[in-house]
């Protein structure tokens, strides 16, 4: 049976920074114009749709959009172009189609359109949607290790083959429902995802209009790439300059999660437009529409700050609206009063990963018989401090630097009140007897009692199934998990799980560490394969999860190609971020009764994860230190508090 993938990519909202991505183009021209710099957010309206391979190249769809109409072309890309040229909503798709057809290996596929909520010509580019979707089809089904950039890129030639010739801030939409900075140098464009600090309320409205948009940026663009008169200089300046100076303030204040100066800024960047950039094309900028909706004082009421979408002109307008009520009030007065359908964004903040767990219910057996005495959680280390300390207070001591606030330790019934005596206060006698430093690290191990709640496993059936039961103390938030048999040692300022946690919260995916080994130690560990999503070779999109290959295969088929086109190899560093959809597949393995080796493994519902919704892994910088077995414990105790012993 053929496989099957779901898609959905939204339409994006150019907060700030409307036409810098050409702008900056001309710097290839004049090196004096300045970089565009503009923030774009995907919107929660989008194009959903089903892909499989196929022998040709085919786009259907239901719904009443198409009107019965469908496109079925060869994988050729003469016969492709050729529907490109012709304009309309499927050249976008053949344009896509040629050229990957031109540029990868492939056969053909078959997309189905299932719903489409994005409104269609509204400055919200549904094109720029629908190209990134067939690029991420063509992507996923042939495994052609495109990171997001690269399916930005293959969308934006691929419209360029169309009569469209769009922007290049429009693919933003292929980083989802989350603000992206992008800047543009020439033929150069860097983006990357930003955080938000609060959640902001954003409103969109077909303002019902008419304006032209091959006017505007025609008479836009003959300001570049010499300003020649005095409206010129004005245009260059307020797209370069000003636009520089507004998008970094913009991007502070999203992060700081303040609405109300960032809806004075929306305000400020259209008095600056309407300055500055519109007398250059007047019979389309004026905007009548637009001003009467900004300068309307019931819908003032509800907002911070207003100003145009896209182009600009009368086509759509974006509203911060102060809080959730106000932005129900406010739809509703533009659809009933002035006949403007709306509908809203909800920019939220990342996730925060509040939580971890640590499993440590089992038996210790290649530790026997000394695990009859000492739970491997208790082997004692000396830290870099110079305490001599049980594993388990090293690593409850990183959870609360990295800012956990409540751990789960996953212990077996009987061994309650082997944990609840670690946890109890000395008596004064022996309390009197310690140092200040000794005494104040007494009185932490009494304060992380209160974080520390114990969960029981009933049975050993696996690590899935003790990860499993800590599925209602995450009440579905994100949550750390560690190893109980490793420690760690981090080669920056943040500590290894602090990095985690950051990298996590922002790409909001399941998240896997993982550290380079060579390729003679790849058949000890679970090697991960994939792609780079950035410059910095630390977030990996992971296509292939093997557990201890052989060498020739992970030669052959797990290897991560660096920047320098050396071929590198991954393993699972030890710590994890699981999300609510990894509990989910543990419950639905546990509920199957499917395991691996007799076991409900955690490694079996990440792959379901990975299939269904994607999987990112982060190269940590720092090491990991294993205590499970005698000769790693050995290293371990010789190595651990040396500071130099960090990785990169």
């Not at 991960?528 to 030669?555: C, F, I, N």
Request: with cysteine.
């Amino acid at each position: 049976m053929k496989k099957q993938i779901s898609l959905f990519v939204p339409g994006r909202l150019c907060l700030f920074g409307e036409h810098s991505d050409w702008a900056g183009m001309h710097r290839m021209v004049n090196s004096e114009v300045p970089t565009g710099a503009a923030i774009v957010t995907g919107i929660e309206q989008g194009i959903y749709a089903t892909a499989e391979r196929a022998d040709r190249f085919l786009l259907t769809s239901d719904l009443d959009f198409y009107k019965g109409q469908s496109l079925d072309c060869e994988m050729d890309t003469e016969k492709l172009l050729a529907v490109a040229r012709q304009g309309g909503f499927f050249s976008y798709v053949a344009g896509v189609a040629s050229y990957i057809n031109d540029n990868y290996s492939v056969g053909g596929v078959h997309i189905h359109v299932t719903d489409m909520t994005l409104p269609i010509k509204s400055g919200l580019s549904s094109s720029a949607a629908i190209c990134v979707l067939v690029a991420r089809a063509f992507n996923q089904l042939y495994q052609l290790r495109m990171n997001t950039k690269g399916e930005m890129q293959v969308a934006f030639r691929g419209e360029q083959r169309t009569p469209s010739r769009c922007g290049r801030l429009d693919q933003a939409c292929a980083y989802g429902v989350r603000p992206v900075l992008m800047e543009f140098d020439g033929s150069e464009v860097e983006s990357r995802g930003l955080t938000v600090g609060n959640t902001f309320y954003f409103c969109i409205a077909d303002l019902c209009g008419e304006k032209d948009t091959v006017r505007i940026l025609g008479d836009l663009n003959k300001c570049y790439p010499f300003a020649e008169t005095e409206k010129e200089k004005r245009v260059q300046e307020a797209l370069g300059r000003d636009n520089q100076e507004i998008v970094a303030e913009a991007r502070r204040l999203l992060t700081e999660g303040d609405a109300e100066s960032l809806g004075a800024l929306m305000d400020r960047a259209q008095e600056n437009f309407d300055k500055k950039v519109a007398p250059a094309c007047a019979e389309e900028l004026t905007s009548p529409i637009l001003h009467s909706v900004m300068h309307d004082e019931k819908i003032r009421q509800w907002i911070y700050g207003v100003k145009g979408v896209g182009s600009q002109g009368d086509g759509t307008v974006q509203f911060l609206a102060k809080d959730e009520e106000s932005l129900r009030s406010l739809i509703d007065y533009l659809d009933k009063e002035r006949g403007m359908p709306a509908f809203s964004l909800t920019l939220k903040p990342g996730r925060k990963v509040k939580k971890a767990i640590i499993p440590l219910a089992g038996f210790g057996t290649r530790l026997y018989p000394a695990s009859k005495m000492v739970k491997k959680a208790f082997l004692p280390l000396v830290d870099t401090d110079g305490m001599m300390k049980p594993a388990l207070l090293i690593l409850l001591e990183q959870l609360e630097e990295a800012g956990i606030e409540e751990i789960a330790l996953v212990i077996g019934r009987e061994e309650e009140a082997f944990y609840e005596q670690f946890f109890t206060p000395l008596g004064e006698e022996n309390r009197s007897k310690l140092n200040e430093d000794a005494r104040a690290l007494e009185q932490k191990l009494v304060e992380y009692r209160k974080k520390i709640r114990f969960i029981f496993q009933e049975g050993r059936h696996g690590f899935g199934h003790a990860v499993y039961q800590c599925r209602a103390f995450t009440e579905g938030d994100p949550v750390l998990l560690l190893l109980g048999d490793m420690v760690y040692r981090t080669g920056e300022d943040r500590n290894c799980m602090r990095q985690l946690m950051d990298a996590f919260e922002n790409s909001g995916k399941t998240m896997v560490s993982i550290h380079p080994v060579p390729l003679d130690d790849v058949v000890h560990y679970g090697i991960l394969s994939g792609y780079w999503e950035d410059q910095e070779e630390r977030v990996l999109h992971v296509d292939t999860m093997v557990e201890k290959p052989t060498d020739d295969y992970a030669r052959e088929y797990l290897a991560v190609v660096n920047a320098k086109k050396q071929k590198e190899f991954y393993a699972v560093f030890g710590q994890y971020i699981l999300t609510g959809e990894v509990f989910e597949a543990l419950e639905e393995n546990i509920r199957e009764d499917r395991r691996s080796g007799g076991e409900i493994q955690l490694t079996d519902a990440l792959e379901m994860v990975r299939d269904r919704t994607g999987l990112a892994a982060y190269r940590l910088n720092g090491r990991s230190f294993d205590l499970g077995l005698p000769d790693s414990y050995l290293e371990t105790v010789a190595s651990f508090s040396r500071r130099e012993s960090a990785g990169r």
